[in-house]
């Protein structure tokens, strides 16, 4: 049995710094701690380009070297919006114990002896310690050259497919010999579920399991998804197995579950591994349907301590005004951080086409009612007399009958109706 550490998504970068330096650093120490005899992180070690001297790659690389003072080092070229092409190389000229190797094509990588070299089939008398099927982030626009730009993303799983496929006799005949394989990959299987617990369906995803299986390693690590969670087959009197271990931080608000590094055993015929929980940063979220209730930001303050906090609210654009950031964040004041986000409602109109045509308000109000298919009984008289009546005969009408207001209106008084305002202007915008 050959354990390895496997880690991935390590996203270090000036905002992530402490994050991302914090988790991977308890990764390093228990792999160390472990043992393990291969260390294995399978890419988007950074979170975007970074200068050869900022404080995010002087940290990354110094965990690199410590991880390699340890034991061999395979790092996986990952997203290429995250790791530039070329930029984990510098990390091969780290000046440690064991070697460290950037895989950034697809291969075969051996390790004999404690050196990484590449993997030739014609040579059965190299002892191998290991093999690793190497598939880091492909180029699509490469792809889109031989099936055209609208079939690259649906062709892209295909092509893979056929390619892993290739590989099981390879591995096969290393299983045989005895030797531990491994595939390495980053990209997203079809079915797995992202941090948010959103399921990862559909024609454009890298991988299915069937095609992961085919390639016949024993384990297959994998980046890219940063929730952590496997899948496992037995086929053949072997156990083979697929996992993500999920980002080694917590970088976004609504990330489900721990984060995790994984400490691997891995054989010829058979894979499993542990998981190692990250202390990784505490993140909450706090939703109010209108405007923030401070009474209950209260109650939850004392579990939000020294926490990151997130409060979301949404209100219609009148209410905008009464919401006192100020004081919200004086009630989370022993949070880390505290994130007001506010959704503004915009009043929606609806036009009622031809309304400014008709001469009379009542006619207006008619078509109104059409429009927004308000019941119409008695809404005519009512309105009459709004118009040809004071409010206090309206309101002594109301109070001497029981029958329903306007179906037998009073006579005028003949005292002039002091409320009756000049009839209003309508436009074409909707009433």
Same mark, same amino acid.
């Given at each position: 049995m050959l354990k390895i550490l496997h880690a991935s998504d390590l996203h270090y970068s000036p905002g992530n710094l402490v994050e991302a330096d914090r988790c991977f650093g308890h990764a390093v120490e228990q792999a160390i701690a472990h043992d393990v005899a291969v260390a294995m992180l399978t890419g988007d070690l950074t979170d975007h380009a970074l200068d050869g001297h900022s404080p995010a790659l002087l940290a990354l690389a110094k965990r690199i070297k410590q991880l390699?003072?340890?034991?061999?080092?395979?790092?996986?070229?990952?997203?290429?919006?995250?790791?530039?092409?070329g930029l984990l190389k510098m990390l091969e000229m780290i000046g440690a114990r064991h070697p460290i190797i950037v895989s950034d094509k697809i291969g075969m990588i051996g390790l004999s002896e404690g050196k990484w070299l590449e993997y030739d089939p014609t040579y059965t008398d190299v002892k191998y310690d290991l093999v690793i099927t190497s598939v880091? /982030?492909?180029?699509?626009?490469?792809? @889109?050259?031989?099936?055209?730009?609208?079939?690259?993303?649906?062709?892209?799983?295909?092509?893979?497919?056929?390619?892993?496929?290739?590989?099981?006799?390879?591995?096969a005949a290393l299983r045989r010999r005895g030797v531990p394989t491994v595939? @390495?990959?980053?990209? /997203?299987?079809?079915?797995?579920?992202?941090?948010?617990?959103?399921?990862?369906?559909?024609?454009?995803?890298?991988?299915?399991?069937?095609?992961?299986?085919?390639?016949?390693?024993? @384990?297959?690590?994998?980046?890219?998804?940063?929730?952590?969670?496997?899948?496992?087959?037995?086929?053949?009197?072997?156990?083979?197995?697929?996992?993500?271990?999920?980002s080694i931080g917590r970088y976004h608000y609504g990330?489900?579950?721990?984060?995790?590094?994984?400490?691997?055993?891995?054989?010829?015929?058979?894979?499993?591994?542990?998981?190692?929980?990250?202390?990784?940063?505490?993140?909450?979220?706090?939703?109010f349907d209108g405007v923030p209730n401070l009474d209950e930001l209260a109650t939850v303050a004392e579990q939000c301590r020294d926490a990151f906090v997130r409060v979301r609210y949404s209100v219609d654009e009148e209410f905008v005004k009464t919401v006192d950031r100020q004081a919200i964040?004086?009630?989370?004041?022993?949070?880390?951080?505290?994130?007001?986000?506010?959704?503004?409602?915009?009043?929606q109109r609806q036009r009622c086409a031809g309304i400014s045509t008709l001469t009379s308000v009542e006619e207006r109000f008619m078509r109104w009612c059409d429009f927004t298919n308000t019941p119409k009984d008695g809404l005519a008289e009512r309105l009459s007399m709004l118009q040809t009546m004071a409010p206090e005969d309206i309101a002594s009408a109301f109070a001497l009958t029981n029958k329903r207001p306007g179906l037998s209106a009073p006579e005028p008084s003949g005292q002039p109706a002091q409320a009756i305002q000049p009839e209003p202007e309508f436009e074409d915008i909707g009433f």
């Open positions: 390699a003072d340890h034991c061999p080092v395979f790092l996986l070229q990952g997203t290429f919006s995250h790791e530039p092409v880091p /982030t492909v180029n699509k626009a490469e792809l @889109a050259l031989v099936v055209g730009a609208d079939n690259a993303s649906v062709e892209m799983g295909n092509h893979l497919a056929a390619l892993l496929g290739l590989f099981g006799p390879a591995n595939l @390495a990959s980053h990209g /997203t299987v079809d079915g797995s579920l992202n941090e948010s617990g959103v399921p990862m369906a559909g024609l454009d995803h890298e991988f299915s399991l069937g095609a992961l299986f085919s390639a016949q390693t024993s @384990a297959t690590m994998l980046g890219h998804i940063h929730m952590h969670q496997q899948w496992t087959r037995e086929h053949d009197g072997r156990t083979q197995r697929i996992a993500y271990p999920g990330e489900l579950g721990e984060k995790f590094c994984l400490i691997w055993n891995v054989s010829a015929e058979t894979a499993d591994f542990t998981p190692v929980q990250t202390p990784s940063k505490r993140m909450i979220e706090i939703a964040k004086q009630i989370l004041g022993t949070a880390a951080e505290v994130k007001i986000e506010g959704e503004v409602l915009t009043i």
